[in-house]
């Protein structure tokens, strides 16, 4: 069986975050998971742009589930081990903008 090239990206935007997986074969990526999870990032946003800890943990949450998407497909057998090249993380602006609120 021929080897193929195994991606996924990220994106978090302010409302959600998204998690697509996919296997390039001849120059072609073709969809194996994807994965939506509503963080609402805009709406946890304190006045001087800081997310404040309960979207924090939203967040952190969502990122764990999905790492566990990850596991779960190296379990059924999708030859799916990626590394820190294969994933794409993107971001939108306002997220970008964004700070974490500070420990105390």
Sequence with gaps: MPQH????AVDLGSNSFHLQIGRVVDGQIYPLDTLREVVRI??????DKRIDRATQARALETLR???ERFAVQQDQSL???LG???VALLTRKPTRQTRLTANE
């Design 5 to 8: 090239e195994t991606l996924a």
């Design 42 to 47: 805009g709406a946890g946003l304190t006045a």
């Design 65 to 67: 589930r999905f790492g």
């Design 79 to 81: 030859e799916l081990s």
């Design 84 to 86: 820190p090249s294969e």
